[in-house]
């Protein structure tokens, strides 16, 4: 491992694709950022977004590009990550997308992809939260609800690369309706929209919630609001969150059960509310999984920040070649 061996990390996000140029440190040298116009086909966003994109990272300082080896892409959605295709992203209604091969053959560097929260597990064994640890599970929770399983040190993909879809465990068999199209996925009772869907319910039976004082409709809550609500001790909002907490325990519970972590590593705009559902979640785990002692599993915030994506994707593309 050479103090000079960078690569660059891509995370595609809803509306933007970020790219930086990225050290064995885990440090972001150069970040460019430019929109995706989701109305485009996927071939025009890999033309006009994601490659001039990457391009602009790389030629910022041309005294790196040399030392550029790799390029590592984390996208949302079902990958054949050894062809470079992304067979379905939810987020830019992707189909059978070749991703990598027009990149590579644009940049002329190997590029590498992978799912976006298998990255972030990545970033996190890495540079963050699971750096000293072998057997650890990444949850995003934010619009939806992702996760990426390490044990023995190694990520699990599976034989389809679908290991760490914990946000489609179930958690309540007569639930809300997934995307997915399964009921009473975690992601359907305890991602962001989620959270806000249920707080709105809550309001249309309770005209005393402080919620009716932030917003001019009721369709205006979002899992923000309900968080500053539950600043201000409103008890509707800390009940929302407190059965946030209940379903993410027992699929938590679920997962303990299966692959045994140390640790879960917690991310997403909704782990900003952890204090909130934390105490919950505890609890619930304690009460379901019975067979590892009681608080054995370490509840962790994850601690790559806004620059997650982009690290973990870097990580992605260090293993790859060998760096790590």
């Known amino acids: 491992m050479g103090e000079r061996d960078l ?24 970040k460019k950022e430019t929109d995706i116009d989701l109305s485009e086909d996927a071939d025009t966003i890999i033309r006009n977004s994601i490659i001039p994109t990457i ?8 005294f790196l590009a040399g030392d550029i080896r790799a390029i590592g892409i984390g996208i949302p959605g079902n990958h054949d990550s050894k062809r470079g295709i992304c067979f379905f992203s939810p987020n830019f ?47 995003a929770i934010g619009t939806g609800i992702g996760g990426g399983v390490v044990a023995g040190g190694k990520l699990i993909l599976g034989d389809c690369e679908a290991a760490g879809e914990i946000g489609h465990t179930t958690v309540d068999p007569n639930g809300h309706l997934c995307g997915c199209g399964n009921y009473g996925c ?23 919630t402080k919620l009716w004082e932030m917003v001019d409709d009721i369709s205006e809550v979002s899992a923000y609001t309900l968080f500053k609500a539950a600043k201000e001790g409103d008890k509707l909002a800390l009940k929302v969150w407190e059965d946030t907490g209940i379903y993410l325990g027992i699929g938590f519970a679920n997962i303990i059960h299966t692959v045994n972590p140390e640790r879960f590593i917690i991310g997403g705009r909704v782990a900003g509310a952890m204090e909130f559902f934390l105490p919950a979640l505890r609890a619930e785990i304690n009460k379901r999984a019975r067979m590892v002692p009681p608080d054995s599993v370490e509840l962790v915030n994850a601690e790559l920040e806004e620059n997650a994506g982009m690290i973990g994707a870097a990580a992605l593309a260090f293993e790859k070649i060998g760096v790590f």
């Open 7 to 30: 690569v660059v990390g891509v995370d595609l996000g809803g509306t933007h694709t970020y790219a930086g140029v990225i050290d064995v440190r885990g440090e972001v040298l150069i």
């Open 55 to 62: 391009k602009s990272a790389i030629d910022d300082n041309p």
């Open 93 to 139: 209604k992707w189909r059978d997308v070749y991703v990598t091969p027009p990149i590579q053959k644009a940049l002329k560097i190997p590029v590498y992809m992978l799912n976006d929260v298998r990255c972030a597990a990545l970033g996190e064994k890495h540079f963050g939260a699971g750096r000293d640890i072998n057997n650890f599970v990444c949850v």
């Open 186 to 208: 975690m992601e359907a009772m305890a991602s962001g929209p989620n959270i806000a869907r249920r707080g709105q319910e809550a309001m249309k039976n309770n005209k005393t």
